[in-house]
């Protein structure tokens, strides 16, 4: 049990890993993003911008060269706008 413990980590390790070196922008729009709300010079919206639901959201990027301009999304919307674009 453990070791299989071990192995899921090192995997999750290496995928995020290869993700940071893949799509180096979306990583810094992310960080500075959260560095904003974090620091108190941004606020997240309570509101679901697409369902409009009160709901803890999620910044989503248009453009990853303006990081502080996103719109606020739940989860299942969120996850929604990316399955739609994949089509």
């Given at each position: 049990?453990?070791?299989?413990?071990?192995?899921r980590a090192a995997a999750k390790s290496r995928r995020a890993k290869a993700h940071r070196l893949?799509?180096?922008?979306?990583?810094?729009?992310?960080r500075l993003l959260n560095d904003a709300v974090y620091g108190g010079k941004l606020r997240r919206s309570v509101f679901c911008e697409e369902c409009g639901?009160?709901?803890k959201t999620q910044g989503h990027h248009e453009d990853y060269d303006k990081s502080?301009?996103?719109?606020?999304?739940c989860k299942?919307?969120?996850?929604?706008?990316?399955?739609?674009?994949?089509?």
């Open positions: 049990m453990v070791a299989t413990l071990g192995i893949r799509y180096p922008e979306k990583v810094i729009a992310v639901l009160p709901k502080l301009e996103v719109n606020w999304l299942n919307c969120h996850a929604e706008l990316h399955i739609e674009r994949e089509l």
